[in-house]
């Protein structure tokens, strides 16, 4: 066997997740071949939350798939109704104006360049109502 040669070894991480390596003897160096399996979560902490787009000088895209609109916000807007929340959880929440729909309404971060940013009306938050309703309910 080389120098050069790379060997499978069997290991367990700092965490315990059983994985396989390799050793490079010419580095002398250890080298993971397989990340553990998060078992399709994400991880908390990564996420493009709407206070790094305002931090970064971002718009929130906002478009309904079903009647085809597109809307720009600031995060800043946006932050005073939800939080600071990842933009993927807005999503759900924002109902699409025209169709009454929340299930084709997506939102992005996009950062855009002075020439982009021409063309665009950006929606700004003037006020935010809250609506109380009455329920009866009849006594037997």
Sequence with gaps: MSNTSLNLVPTVN???TKCQGR???VRNEFLF???PDTDGRRKRGNAWTLGKSHERGDLILIR???CNIKRWYEPSDLIRLF???DIELID???LCEQCRNKEF???EARHLTARERVGIRVRRLAEIRVVRRVV???EE
């Design 92 to 94: 759900g929440h924002m």
């Design 23 to 25: 050793i490079d003897f």
């Design 33 to 35: 071949l397989a990340m």
């Design 14 to 16: 700092k965490k315990g």
């Design 136 to 138: 009866w309910k009849d």
């Design 64 to 66: 309904c798939g079903h």
């Design 83 to 85: 939080g600071d929340v």
């Design 105 to 107: 309404v997506r939102a």
